[in-house]
């Protein structure tokens, strides 16, 4: 029998997933509750049928009208203004991450992140042959800038990236640490005298240094879910070129299914993405689907107001229930601590409630669904502390 040449990093590993169960509440993945509204899917279809009409023909590899209305967007979103040439999108976030480590990672480069964090960050390094190095937050899951210099002193990596609100714990990074970083990666990356494609984007960096910067990817996939007071990473790319601020229309504009992830960045990092992308990545059906969402950007919006409110009762809910829960910027919640987190995990499914097990031992994350949904999954967790003597966040009974 034949043998595959199977890679040696791959063995053993298995593929990237949670739980797809058919529950009646499901609230693991952090998606959007709310369905699109019948106004927002006609004006998607009306897109779609335009664009169907032109299949035989390549779509538009460089996507300008979907740029634009991303930038559009983002001006009335975060109130900050980019050009065009400066957003890029692909399928997913994870696509767009992708083809920044296929750009400016690969063998010999380091990626780093601080966990706990989103989970995909590795497989992300070995996918394109980086080296993938992780330091720690604090306690409290803010950054540990001790951790951050350390680091940065001895890995040197060409890409760091940092999720704000983070996953799976929800917290938010504030301007005032995303400076510091910014500031302490201008020169952090790898030695000029190893760099050849992105010699580009350090010639338009304001900085005397014989070492590159290290890329910041601050990735905002829950972005819009902020609480007010807390500024979107945009706001800070015109200070910093080697600043990435990642987004996705799965979350807050529902459209999970779409797979439309985008960055905005300095134009020498979307150059030096544009090289690694294959051609005509992104359809036409994709690019005409997401301009019919982004349409009708205000109704999507209302949506999130709703989610945002719902996820502060909720907390307050968990709170009063004797649990710790980590401040959240997202559509979802960290909490705990429990001695045995997968019981709780496992009792809530025997009631028809699926939640994530993901992140530090002790802790669970929960999705923010609709008012009933989460009425469903506080009632049983309630029973569920009750019945077992009362879990509290120490994880004693």
């Known amino acids: 029998m034949a043998q595959l040449p199977v890679r040696a990093d791959l063995l053993g590993e298995s593929p990237y997933g949670a739980p797809q169960l058919d529950v009646p509440v499901r609230l693991n993945v952090n998606e959007n509750p709310y369905a699109p509204d019948l106004d927002v899917v006609q004006s998607i279809a009306r897109y779609v049928e335009q664009a169907a009409q032109q299949l035989n023909r390549y779509p538009d590899r460089d996507f300008v009208q979907l740029r634009r209305d991303l930038a559009e967007y983002l001006a009335a979103e975060s109130d900050v203004r980019l050009a065009p040439e400066q957003i890029w999108a692909a399928n997913g976030s994870n696509e767009v991450m992708l083809q920044l480590l296929q750009a400016f990672g690969g063998p010999g480069r380091t990626v780093a992140s601080f966990t706990p964090t989103y989970s995909m960050y590795p497989e992300y390094a070995r996918d394109t042959f980086t080296a993938y190095v992780a330091g720690e937050r604090n306690a409290d899951f803010s950054l540990n800038f001790d951790q951050i210099r350390r680091v940065l002193d001895t890995e040197h990596p060409a890409i760091v990236l940092i999720a704000s609100p983070n996953n799976p714990t929800g917290t938010a990074v504030s301007h005032g640490e995303l400076r510091e970083l910014l500031h302490l990666t201008a020169s952090s990356g790898p030695q000029l005298s190893h760099m050849h494609a992105s010699e580009t984007l350090h010639d338009a960096l304001p900085y005397d240094t014989q070492r590159a910067s290290t890329i910041v990817v601050v990735d905002e996939a829950y972005g819009e879910f902020r609480r007010d007071g807390v500024p979107s990473a945009l706001a800070l790319l015109d200070d910093f070129p080697h600043l990435v601020v990642s987004r996705t229309m799965s979350k807050a504009f529902g459209a999970a299914g779409l797979r439309l992830g985008y960055m905005a960045a300095s134009r020498g990092i979307i150059e030096q993405v544009m090289l690694v992308r294959l051609p005509y990545h992104l359809s036409a059906l994709t ?77 669970l994350r929960v999705s923010i669904g609709t008012p009933q949904e989460n009425l469903a999954f506080v009632t049983a967790l309630r029973e569920i502390i009750s019945a077992t003597g009362g879990e509290r966040a120490t994880g004693e009974k």
């Open 287 to 363: 690019q005409a689907a997401a301009r019919g969402a982004l349409a009708h950007r205000d109704s999507l919006m209302s949506q999130v107001a709703q989610i945002r409110v719902e996820r502060d009762r909720l907390a307050g809910e968990l709170t009063g229930l004797g649990l710790e829960v980590a401040p959240s910027d997202a559509n979802f919640i960290f909490f705990g601590k429990f001695s045995d987190r997968h019981d709780i995990w496992e009792k809530l499914l025997q009631r028809g409630i699926l939640i994530r097990e993901v992140g530090p031992d002790g802790w």
